[in-house]
């Protein structure tokens, strides 16, 4: 089986890689990671770079496709970039196609949403809705051969679920012991739903400004 992580340049780590920790344990599972070309992919904090080996054209049929979200995906979504071509060409034949965070609207733009319930970061519900999409508050959505996760640290989620599917929830909860993923936050404040509208309001400034301060030193504003 193989699962393949799409990259672009300005990804956001945690995206890509609690899905990467989770299926890489996976028994006869190959994790691959690939991108338009073959190139070192940088975050959008442009600290980890990833040397990717296999372009998009490589692996026109993975079983697994997993697009990680980050301040450039809204971006490339909108430009028709070559990842979106790759989801479109690629999610007939997948077993699954899936989404962490706002690789959501990559897979809106492929047409592999439209009117189908979602999850992506809760600041980008309204962008999501304008593909077609009815983005929900589930942290994990499962349709017919499509799975989303919300912001980025539910990516993990998302592949222990689809792990469930694939081969067993006995695997899958071995693997989440063996990550000793359990969660145990110092607040309860994951979801607007459980803060204050102020600090609501101030994350998803910060979110914009980092957005745009991203775009522009990756010269794509």
Not at 21 to 45: G, I, S
Not at 131 to 148: E, N
Request: with cysteine; aromatic share 6%.
């Amino acid at each position: 089986m193989i699962v393949a992580l799409g990259l672009f340049q300005g990804f956001t780590a945690l995206d890509a890689i609690g899905p990467y920790q989770v299926f890489t344990t996976v028994p006869n599972v190959e994790v691959v990671l690939c991108a338009a070309e073959k190139d070192t992919v940088a975050d959008d904090h442009g600290l980890l770079r990833l040397q990717v080996d296999k372009t998009f054209a490589e692996l026109p049929r993975p079983d697994v496709l997993v697009v990680p979200g980050g301040p450039a995906s809204l971006t490339l979504a909108k430009e028709n970039a070559p990842i979106v071509e790759w989801v479109r060409e690629a999610h007939p034949h997948t077993t699954w196609t899936t989404s962490v965070c706002t690789g959501a609207h990559i897979l809106a733009a492929a047409g592999v949403l439209a009117g189908l319930p979602a999850a992506t970061h809760w600041n980008f519900h309204k962008e999501l809705a304008e593909y077609g999409a009815q983005p929900t508050d589930q942290r994990v959505v499962l349709g017919d051969r499509i799975a989303t996760g919300a912001g980025s640290s539910a990516g993990i989620d998302l592949a222990l679920t689809l792990v469930a599917e694939l081969v067993a929830p006995e695997v899958a909860q071995g693997i989440q012991l063996a990550l000793e993923y359990d969660p145990q936050p110092p607040f309860d404040s994951g979801t607007p739903s459980k803060v204050e509208q102020p600090l609501v309001e101030a994350v998803s400034f910060m979110m914009g400004a980092f957005e745009k301060d991203y775009l522009e030193r990756a010269g794509r504003s």
